[in-house]
């Protein structure tokens, strides 16, 4: 479960870029956070995984407090970030093998190749330096980096960002199953459209402020896209 | 220690263009290095012999016997045999040798002033040194920004890595790293000079394993302070950094250096020097002259020996004056190499020339040691001298020069053997024993430790603080 409290962000040129959000998402749960550029989405990320530090508020996944133990909270964590971050001297096997071994998980060859093979990379390519992958590869090999992570908590930032459409439906299928796992998955994104049809809650943010919390039920008939519109311009 | 970043730090570098071309760029200039010493080891070589045979023959043919032939023709030579050490110096000198004479001690003070040597060429102390730290600053100024640039930096510490574990880790694989560039060739190296020369050294290798692992905290300062130019804020600066931090410790300190000592000390001419001497000779000269009442002047009497003794106090005043020169010269090198050892390269090469008794440090020695055989000769010249009154073994050399001084028929020569040739040729220069040297190394070694310690609490504090957003 992670829990967000009262999570507040200034930077040091007066910018309020996160306003007291809180929020909880529980285990088998897919939370998206829709918002436009600068709403504060990446700034919550950042502040989850320990990039920047919180002005005020807390973040709490398991019982762990990241204003206590920082370190071991992201032990929890897995992180998807929408440009890939890789090692390009390294094939798309090392780098799953480096982030799995630091994980401290020993697995053999056999199985890293077949996550990869799962996630949809192409098998001629899993011995290849990142260099040669596009931007949809490294995507993959991020995704297979995250899962082997084995954390109760994933949070992606723009997952679906440079999959192409039969890799997206694939991530997407590998999500629904993570959850009914019993993971709990926090994604930011401002595809509203994938944020309806995958997420249990929606969260809207805006201006750093976290203006609207919609479940599936409340979705199922109401036009989001509209929803959306309406706090941004209500905030304006 | 986490061996699995440690191992992947070491991997990445092992797989980077830079690193393979710097790797094969040394492995070729250890192997030249290694040819031309070869070379140059045997020039000097052959030398050595040609003296040491020469001198024996000479002993041996009773030629030091004779105090004229001695005194006029052949100097006190202190020298040592040419060795693998040639590898670390200026191998168009001669860095082991030095000559000199009873009356003249004057050592070739340049040419063992680094700094006032011009001739630039390969050497050890220039690969190891020079080269090889600026090889650490190019690789190792990425260390951060590419962790950055491909966001692994925010992914490592997702997996809860501390940035200071980070940093730590990159530095402990750099530093394993300049030991992979440096000892496979140099050993190469090595070994190509020991076939190509047919010698060998164990002594030799001993120190240089030494010289490898002094070398060590001045890689490190390198490595830590490219880690430390590698969190600027842009990969612009940091490539203004590494050209400024070059050119400061390879050009900009070592040239202040010697601009500031010639302003606090500055040396007169060598007209001026020149005009010194003789004026301090002529003087002496003209008292002998006036006190004997001109005797000693023109071709005139030369009873015993009297002109050659006022040749030879007067050459004593002027050698007063030599000696003023020498410690004119001696401390503006002295300042010279004080301000250059801001210089991390200087620092080096100062602890290499102790490791490998050479150059200013092995001048030290041999200046003393001919100071003692000097002293040792006149002082048994002036022994034998007192047991014959007719002797002149100590004026002689000078007298012979002079066509008025002597003439066979009226100078009472003392015909006795000088009884202490082997005196005439040293071989052996002593110099500090391991404690000592230990003592001076460790000194000079402070200021880069200290410069470690700082450079490393600065990238602590600033790795805790760097955006890695």
Partial sequence: MLKITELSKRYEDGNLALDTLSLEVKSNEIFALLGANGAGKSTTINIICGFIPPSSGDVEIDGILLSKEPLKLREKLAYLSENVMLYDNFTGYQNLKFFTELAGRNLDKDKLESTLIKIGLQEDFMHKTIAKYSKGMRQKVGIAIALLKDTPVFLLDEPFSGLDPKAAYDFQQLLYSLRDEGKTIFMSTHDIFRAKEMADTVGIMTAGKLVGNKTKAELENADLNQIYLDYIEERQ | ?469
Avoid at chain 2, 92 to 115: C, Q
Avoid at chain 2, 146 to 171: A, D, M, P
Avoid at chain 2, 232 to 250: D, E, M, T
């Fill in chain 2, 1 to 469: 220690m986490n061996s699995i970043l440690f191992i992947k730090d070491l991997k990445l570098i092992l797989k980077d263009l830079k690193f393979q071309i710097f790797f094969v760029i040394l492995v070729i200039l250890f192997i030249l290095s290694a040819m031309s010493s070869s070379v140059a080891y045997k020039n000097l070589s052959n030398d050595f012999q040609a003296d040491y045979k020469n001198h024996n023959s000479r002993v041996h043919d009773g030629y030091y016997t004779q105090m004229m032939n001695m005194l006029s023709d052949t100097k006190i030579t202190v020298a040592s045999q040419a060795s693998p050490s040639l590898l670390f110096n200026n191998y168009n000198t001669y860095p082991d040798k030095i000559s000199t004479s009873v009356m003249f001690y004057e050592p070739f003070f340049s040419n063992y002033n680094a700094e006032q040597n011009e001739v630039f060429s390969l050497n050890w102390y220039f690969i190891i040194g020079i080269l090889s730290g600026f090889i650490m600053l190019i690789i190792s100024f990425e260390a951060i920004s590419s962790e950055k640039r491909f966001g692994t930096l925010r992914l490592l510490s997702i997996y809860g890595i501390k940035r200071q574990s980070i940093v730590w880790h990159k530095y402990l694989s750099y530093l394993l790293l300049y030991l992979i560039i440096i000892i496979p060739p140099a050993l190469v190296s090595m070994l190509l000079f020991f076939i190509l020369t047919g010698s060998w050294s164990m002594y030799f290798m001993v120190k240089f394993v030494l010289i490898i692992l002094l070398s060590i905290p001045f890689a490190s300062f390198f490595i830590i302070l490219g880690i430390l130019i590698s969190m600027a804020k842009n990969y612009r600066n940091s490539i203004v950094l590494i050209v400024f931090i070059w050119l400061l410790f390879v050009i900009i300190i070592p040239q202040s250096a010697y601009i500031i000592a010639k302003q606090i000390y500055p040396l007169k001419t060598n007209i001026e020097y020149h005009n010194m001497k003789m004026d301090t000779f002529d003087k002496e000269y003209a008292e002998w002259g006036e006190k004997y009442d001109a005797a000693v002047y023109g071709n005139g009497n030369l009873f015993d020996g009297l002109r050659a003794k006022a040749v030879y106090a007067s050459q004593e005043q002027k050698n007063i004056v030599v000696q003023k020169e020498l410690e004119d010269s001696k401390k503006q090198t002295k300042l010279i190499q004080r301000v250059a050892n801001l210089s991390p390269f200087n620092q080096l090469d100062e602890i290499a020339e102790i490791v490998f008794d050479r150059g200013y440090y092995l001048l030290q020695h041999q200046e003393e040691t001919a100071k003692q055989t000097i002293s040792q000769i006149k002082n048994l010249m002036i022994e034998q001298d007192s047991r014959d009154e007719n002797s002149l073994h100590l004026y002689y050399s000078w007298a012979s020069n002079d066509q008025y001084a002597l003439q066979d028929n009226i100078v009472p020569f003392s015909k006795q053997l000088f009884n202490h040739p082997e005196l005439l040729f040293v071989t052996n220069i002593k110099t500090d024993n391991a404690a000592t040297k230990s003592i001076y190394i460790l000194l000079k070694l402070l200021p880069i430790i200290i410069l470690n310690i700082l450079v490393f609490a600065i990238v602590a504090l600033k790795i805790e603080r760097l955006d890695i957003r």
